[in-house]
């Protein structure tokens, strides 16, 4: 059982040599985990970090916050996401750039537009405002693009934007005011297991005593997994973008505008200048993260019939991460068979730093024993287990 406690007191620095809860990985999902259990007062929430809170792909400069997806659960992930992403000025109290410019789906063909129109009725009947657009429409919201190149559009003017590092320092802030303890350059390094149940967490900076560990290490997942027995099919991926830097004139403000034929995006960045990106197919799997130029020819390429005016942008700089991709796509989330209190919120596949919030909360409950107000069954890891593939979610469109 885990103690609760109304402890507010400011968390040391050291490791303590027990917890209620250790988490690992000190990224948004992390820090969103900690601060939800610490909030809901549990008495001893540890993160601990490898390096140092948000080093890794959550301190990407600018990251994408929608509920336009195709299946319920991550539907239901984003839109209430989206709430406390409103909210986050007063919970846990900091600025993260929230900009609600919309999401703006460029569609190409018949079958893009079909698969999207089902996705639309199934996102307003959860209460997501999206809707298809006619190509001029979309041209009206975006004027790079050409609208002889498309069919339709999808948008919901709901989503957007927002600031990935501030939202890690707000959370680790509030999870610190409510007493929980926060550790970088604290690398996980042994999870020892007996009967089944979790006994202790070893790290570079010592070993910490506990009965419930959370993994949200990311890329890193699948490694953590192996130190407990568990199996999480996570593998990394290096994504990339690049800014322009400044524009002149500067850039309409503008909807994250992204082709799903070729996967192309861009959006304003915080200032007067463009940020793009590509999910190149080319790249394999592997934890380099130095920024190369390589994928910007498939990225202007994919720009030409699309958005001209971008096809030959420059690029003043760029930045590297890793997403954590699963085999379909979706998250994984739940409690490992076999390893009592071995929970994990991890394979997000590009879209964790969108649902952190609803995943800070529905790992919290899981950990009290509560049911999360979200059913995430379909997420569990156990549908890559044979007995298990019938709790597989759709794959969602993109």
Known sequence: MIQLTSSSDAAGDRLPPDA?????GG???GAAIAFHLAEAGVAKVVL??????GSGSSGKPIGGVR???????????GLRSLEAWRSFARRPGADVGLRNVGYLFLLADDEQVALFERSVVDQNALGVPSRILTPRQAQDLCPYIDPRGIRAAAYSSTDGWALPPAAVQGYVRGARGHGAVVLGDCLVTAIDV?????????????DISTRTVVCCAGAWSGAIGRMAGVHLPVVPLRRQIAFTGPLRPAPPRIPFTLDVGSTMYFHNDAADGLVVGLSDSRQSEGFGREFTHEWLEPFRRAARPRAPALADVPVAGGWAGLYEMTPDHNALIGEAEGVSRFLYATGFSGHGFLQAPAVGEIVRDLCLGRTPVLDITPLSAARFSAAGAGLRPETHII
């Open 67 to 77: 509920a336009q997806f195709s299946d319920p659960v991550n539907i239901g992930l």
């Open 48 to 53: 601990v970090e490898r390096d140092h809170p």
């Open 194 to 206: 007996a009967g089944g149940v979790v006994r202790a967490v070893r790290t570079s900076r010592g």
């Open 27 to 29: 990224g948004v999902m």
């Open 20 to 24: 209620d809860v250790v988490i690992i």
